[in-house]
């Protein structure tokens, strides 16, 4: 498998074939599809259709996300809407089993992808768009510098409600003081657990 960026749990490879029934039963899981938004059941062949359409979009890098101690894909994300003029781009993350929930896994990925981003294709913003039910995503893109930016509101219909859309963005400096601020608490964290 092509290892695209490494962490220290998690690691971001390359799409392969066998990765697009991942997705599909990602998608078959009532809470990942509220996570996502997803309301229509998608098939394989839409699913294969759609990513081999955005392997051959240059401005857009889709990966998978492995633990590193298993190599077992559990997730996917994408940086997307590559703007390369203007220097700004879309960021979108799914983990595809609440199991992996609240471990860290996510913030990691996107750590990767972020640094990639910002430092080697050197943009100055990165967005993402949280439905407002998602407490749990919106206090992890916080903890990497994403601040609310705006409200679509009412844009998705689920569940008999309708829900609004956070738009969020970071900006480059913004992004490397927040992982400042992330390191340091780590190792605060390290040295406590140390002295006990």
């Known amino acids: 498998m092509d290892t695209f960026l490494v962490g220290k749990s998690v690691s971001l490879r390359t799409f392969q074939k066998e990765d697009y029934a991942l997705i599909l039963k990602a998608l078959s899981n009532p809470e990942i599809r509220k ?13 294969e259709k759609a990513y081999d359409a955005f392997a051959l979009d240059d401005h857009r890098i889709d990966l998978i996300i492995t633990k590193n101690e298993t190599e077992e894909p559990i997730g996917d994300l994408a940086l997307n809407e590559i703007d390369y003029l203007n220097r700004h781009a879309n960021v979108r993350i799914a983990l595809h089993d609440p199991k992996y929930f609240g471990k860290g896994f ?47 509101r009412s844009e998705l219909f689920y569940d008999g409600e309708f829900h609004d859309n956070i738009i969020m963005g970071v900006l480059r400096d913004e992004f490397f003081e927040a992982l400042s601020e992330l390191d340091g608490e780590r190792k605060k964290t390290v040295s406590s657990s140390r002295e006990a």
């Open 106 to 152: 996510g913030t990691e990925a996107l750590r990767l992808i972020m640094e990639y981003g910002f430092q080697h294709l050197h943009l100055n913003r990165i967005a993402l768009c949280v439905y407002s039910y998602n407490a749990r995503g919106i206090k992890a893109y916080g903890k990497l510098g994403f601040k609310q930016e705006g409200v679509i």
């Open 35 to 47: 996570m996502t938004g997803a309301q229509k059941m998608l098939t394989p062949a839409k699913i």
